[in-house]
């Protein structure tokens, strides 16, 4: 009973300061998006005076937000596929193949983690430049992504591979399956959550990611973020980056949402259809 | 394994792992000899110390490395002291409990960009903050919250953002701590305290120092959150890097690069260290 009190009173104290820590932050961010230019919201009104989409609207025409919701959701699945194409072999010889060395490769894997964002775009950016690539942003900053965000690929993936199981692979093979039909029926089935995961991971890294989008694409390729940077710089418009982070945050939750579902439901003998031995 | 299975291994290793290699091989290896005068992208390369001479004798850069630790080390403690009496509490399920991990865990689905707007927001001139504490009489008028020059407006966005993250982690850890363990440290006698310090700490130090680390690392090389809520009078060394970087200067930008990369490497090892010394109770293992 007394433990019961104690997790009660815990959960309101909880609740209260998850008002302060994001119910507060996010109806504000709603509210300066909702603010209409003709009456300003200034401090002694307690709500916006008039609300309109008047900023939603302006930003769509007047800024570059068009060019980056097309950079940023162009930029965005590309750097999934191509990541989880060249993730896949690394992945099968890390899940599928014993070999010395196998943990120590793992471990290298994650390497793009370890380094700060901020080096790795100065000094790419430092490549890109000896390399006169420079101009090529897009290219430039897929090619950076897929790798910087190949370690969530590879360690999904690998652990996929693992999950596949010999039965299935060996009664492929005894049913005689050629190679393409024992990948559809054994692999696959087992591989589905993993590749919809690391896709979606990739997916909303690579949305998210500024450092490189930043250092690389500055000043010409915008993407999200680095539109809402510049936003929260010099150029400060409150009700204009409200807007801003609302289309960045939302797509977001819903993705991540959907990525925890996916990887909770992420068990091989499931998507298989077959109980596990 | 014959040769024929190991070149089976590296070519299928080679897009995914080799690719890493030569990416993060390169930049760090540009990053070294850059430093040390060479890959000059304006003019003649030219092997000296100099570039580091000039950049370890600026005030700014000893300030910025110091500002960056305050920042990673605090960040990483503060955000690792918050998650584990959440943790412990969230160890064994209760009615509501799936509800208040989920909540304490949503600000790692929010981008730290927005974040800082939502905190900036919050803390403005005329924000919410400002008005409530006027309106409880604890303030006569308005304050200036904004980039304040103890950077409390950084540190606070790095725990928001990375508190959930250490949860995470560490609630893995302590749930995987058997009841029967926790039962007999009670049965012999073991207070509150004692078990956290005698068990469940030693049994959960990997997972805390794995938290650290990552934590420290991202919050060392802060550069975002330093531009929008940071102190204007201080540098943040990816600032300072970047700032160098825009004014054509590779080379000091290379050198606080390289800097940074060690500090992040030795100051974490020096955390997880300083950790496991301490919560093992003063015995290296």
């Known amino acids: 009973m007394t433990r019961e009190l104690i997790n009660r009173f815990l959960i309101y104290l909880l609740i209260a300061v998850c008002t302060l820590w994001l119910i507060?932050?996010?109806?504000?961010?709603?509210?300066w998006s909702l603010v209409d230019p003709a009456e300003p919201w200034t401090a002694d009104k307690l709500m916006p005076p008039v609300v309109s989409f008047y900023r939603w609207h302006n930003m769509w025409v007047n800024s570059s937000l068009k060019e980056a919701l097309l950079n940023s959701y162009t930029l965005a699945p590309s750097a999934a596929i191509l990541t989880?194409?060249?993730?896949?072999?690394?992945?099968?010889?890390?899940?599928r193949i014993s070999f010395p060395g196998r943990e120590v490769a793992k471990v290298i894997a994650l390497l793009p983690l370890v380094v700060p964002?901020?080096?790795?775009?100065?000094?790419f950016t430092s490549l890109l430049f000896s390399l006169g690539l420079h101009a090529w942003r897009f290219g430039a900053i897929l090619f950076a992504?897929?790798?910087?965000f190949l370690p969530y690929a590879i360690r999904i993936m690998t652990v996929s591979f693992e999950q596949v199981r010999q039965d299935h692979i060996d009664a492929a093979r005894d049913l005689s399956a050629s190679t393409i039909a024992r990948w559809r029926v054994a692999y696959l089935p087992a591989l589905k959550p993993g590749i919809l995961a690391s896709l979606l991971i990739v997916f909303i890294q690579s949305i998210e990611e500024f450092a490189i989008a930043f250092i690389v694409g500055s000043p010409n390729f915008v993407t999200i973020p680095?539109?809402?940077?510049?936003?929260?710089?010099q150029d400060f418009v409150r009700p204009n980056a409200a807007v801003l982070s609302l289309i960045l945050v939302v797509p977001n939750v819903i993705l991540m949402l959907f990525l925890e579902k996916l990887l909770r439901s992420a068990n091989p003998s499931m998507s298989s259809g077959k109980g596990m031995a | 394994m014959t040769w024929r299975r190991w070149l089976q291994v590296i070519l299928l290793l080679t897009p995914g792992l080799g690719l890493i290699v030569a990416l993060i091989g390169t930049v760090v290896y540009i990053a070294i000899v850059q430093s040390f005068g060479l890959y000059n992208l304006t003019g003649e390369s030219l092997l000296?110390?100099?570039?580091?001479?000039?950049?370890?004798?600026?005030?700014?850069?000893?300030?910025?490395?110091?500002?960056?630790?305050?920042?990673?080390?605090?960040?990483?403690?503060?955000?690792?002291?918050?998650?584990?009496p959440l943790a412990l509490w969230l160890r064994k399920p209760f009615t509501g409990s799936v509800a208040v991990g989920a909540i304490l865990k949503a600000p790692l689905l929010v981008h730290g960009l927005v974040a800082a707007f939502l905190f900036i927001n919050v803390i403005a001139y005329h924000g919410v903050l400002n008005q409530f504490m006027q309106w409880i009489g604890?303030?006569?008028?308005?304050?200036?919250?904004q980039n304040d020059s103890n950077a409390i407006g950084v540190l606070i966005l790095q725990t928001w953002k990375n508190m959930p993250f250490a949860l995470l982690i560490l609630t893995g850890a302590v749930q995987g701590i058997s009841d029967d363990v926790l039962d007999a440290a009670r049965d012999l006698g073991a207070g509150s305290m004692a078990r956290f310090r005698k068990v469940i700490a030693p049994l959960t130090i990997s997972a805390m120092q794995a938290a650290l680390v990552i934590i420290f690392i991202g919050a060392v090389a802060d550069f975002s959150f330093q531009v929008i809520a940071g102190p204007t009078n201080r540098q943040s060394m990816a600032q300072l890097m970047?700032?160098?970087?825009?004014?054509?200067?590779?080379?000091?930008?290379?050198?606080v690069g390289v800097s940074l990369m060690v500090v992040a490497l030795v100051g974490s090892a020096l955390l997880a260290f300083a950790a496991r010394f301490i919560l093992s109770g003063r015995r290296f293992r």
Do not use: C, N
């Not at chain 1, 992504?145 to 910087?148: D, F, R, T």
């Not at chain 2, 604890?138 to 919250?145: H, I, S």
């Not at chain 2, 970047?242 to 290379?254: L, T």
């Open chain 1, 24 to 31: 507060i932050p996010f109806t504000m961010a709603v509210l």
């Open chain 1, 84 to 95: 989880l194409l060249l993730a896949i072999p690394t992945s099968f010889a890390l899940g």
């Open chain 2, 242 to 255: 970047v700032f160098y970087k825009d004014g054509g200067r590779w080379h000091d930008a290379a050198v």
């Open chain 2, 138 to 145: 604890l303030w006569e008028g308005p304050r200036r919250l």
């Open chain 1, 145 to 148: 992504h897929s790798v910087l």
């Open chain 1, 117 to 123: 964002p901020f080096v790795t775009a100065i000094f």
């Open chain 1, 226 to 233: 680095t539109l809402l940077f510049g936003s929260l710089g």
């Open chain 2, 48 to 84: 000296s110390a100099e570039h580091w001479a000039g950049v370890l004798e600026r005030r700014a850069y000893g300030r910025a490395v110091r500002y960056s630790l305050y920042i990673g080390i605090l960040s990483a403690l503060f955000s690792v002291a918050l998650a584990y």
